[in-house]
């Protein structure tokens, strides 16, 4: 695996909140053996950066968080990339492209849904996200709840955080 200290997790540090850990809370990403197999496989498949990776066995996917500038070499044309690692891991492949800055980052986790705002609220608060249409609300649930499902999880893990409703304007909570 490539050792870029950019998106290594330090002690002080959260990579991605701009906080310090001890003013949010300790956050526990330690990868087993099976998660730093898949980067690895990731890195040599498509000589892209997977800074994080976790394998969701409740929607038989795993989910990569690939290194900023790298979405495009991970997927690969026509997605041919995805397709190799998930005929090599035999399970679905997810990835969501990591950002600096927290509220463009946690919009990547609901793509394909257009995002319109992501509100990260105050220390307890759970994380609020805006759609601009009805049509982004599906996508942004996804089938069987797995879209928002991979968010909280990756909110949680990076954050610390929980996701609270997804909102679409003028229609409230939904």
Do not use: W
């Amino acid at each position: 695996m490539q050792n870029d200290d950019k998106y290594l997790k330090s002690k002080n540090e959260n990579p991605g909140s701009g906080m310090p850990i001890d003013e949010m809370h300790e956050l526990d990403r330690t990868l087993g053996f099976k998660e730093r197999r898949y980067i690895e496989e990731l890195r040599i498949l498509t000589k892209s950066t997977a800074i994080d990776c976790i394998i969701d066995d409740r929607f038989e996917r795993i989910i990569y968080v690939v290194r900023q500038g790298d979405m495009g070499i991970a997927i690969g044309k026509g997605g041919d990339n995805i397709k190799k690692m998930s005929r090599v891991l035999g399970k679905r492949i997810e990835m969501v492209e990591f950002d600096e800055d927290r509220e463009v980052f946690i919009a990547n986790m609901f793509k394909p849904a257009e995002v319109a705002s992501v509100s990260f609220g105050e220390r307890d608060e759970p994380v609020m996200v805006t759609v601009p249409e009805r049509g982004d609300f599906g996508l942004a649930i996804g089938k069987g709840g797995s879209t928002i499902e991979k968010a909280r999880i990756l909110v949680r893990r990076f954050y610390g955080k929980e996701v609270g409703d997804i909102l679409i304007p003028n229609r409230g909570n939904l």
